[in-house]
T-cell receptor
Framework: GESVGLHLPTLSVQEGDNSIINCAYSNSASDYFIWYKQESGKGPQFIIDIRSNMDKRQGQRVTVLLNKTVKHLSLQIAATQPGDSAVYFCAENINTGGFKTIFGAGTRLFVKA | ETGVTQTPRHLVMGMTNKKSLKCEQHLGHNAMYWYKQSAKKPLELMFVYNFKEQTENNSVPSRFSPECPNSSHLFLHLHTLQPEDSALYLC?????????????FGPGTRLTVT
């Protein structure tokens, strides 16, 4: 039959609350990870990155956590605002001697005012 | 806003048409990329250019033909497309591909093949 559209995981949070968006990556050779935000009608926009020799990195209102043991990445957004409503993608850069970046399917974040 | 511009923003073409998408980056980067984003699949890498040389072709059908005349410009030439090629085509750039660098994306071209 006809394939359905991509069903993105959705997270709905109240304005002012903290948001946590999770991502499982696939390759143990991945050495660099990036979170992107994509608003409607725009291309993905860089938010924050982390290298594999770190397990936490903080930016302005955002924190990325990396757990290499279980190949898990998370993005925490503090005091979520309506402007944070978007689709969030994680991306992993696989170090195989050449270029290879793989994007996740994305999570849609809704912020309720 | 991001330093990467794409034209046109919207394109409707028939299956027998030939058209081209244009991307320009004003960031001084050496690597440029084409991605396809559709409602049915995650972001798919199509082509990578580094210092004007193609370094990645992700098994893209030959009806998509990229061209990179210099490090600031990237084209995607379209010929005899299929309706399933309808998608958002995103261009991106990065400092280069040899290290861990984030990519800067353009706003995309929304392509509809009729």
């Amino acid at each position: 039959g006809e394939s359905v559209g991509l069903h993105l995981p959705t997270l709905s949070v109240q304005e002012g609350d903290n948001s946590i968006i999770n991502c499982a990556y696939s390759n143990s050779a991945s050495d660099y990870f990036i979170w992107y935000k994509q608003e409607s009608g725009k291309g993905p926009q860089f938010i924050i990155d982390i290298r594999s020799n770190m397990d936490k990195r903080q930016g302005q209102r955002v924190t990325v956590l990396l757990n290499k043991t279980v190949k898990h990445l998370s993005l925490q957004i503090a005091a979520t605002q309506p402007g944070d409503s978007a689709v969030y993608f994680c991306a992993e850069n696989i170090n195989t001697g050449g270029f290879k970046t793989i994007f996740g399917a994305g999570t849609r974040l809704f912020v309720k005012a | 806003e991001t330093g990467v511009t794409q034209t046109p923003r919207h394109l409707v073409m028939g299956m027998t048409n030939k058209k081209s998408l244009k991307c320009e980056q004003h960031l001084g980067h050496n690597a440029m990329y084409w991605y396809k984003q559709s409602a049915k699949k995650p972001l798919e890498l199509m082509f990578v250019y580094n210092f004007k040389e193609q370094t990645e072709n992700n098994s893209v059908p030959s009806r998509f033909s990229p061209e990179c005349p210099n490090s600031s410009h990237l084209f995607l030439h379209l010929h005899t497309l299929q309706p399933e090629d309808s998608a958002l085509y995103l261009c991106a750039s990065s400092r280069d591909t040899g290290g861990a660098y984030e990519q800067y994306f353009g706003p995309g071209t929304r392509l509809t093949v009729t």
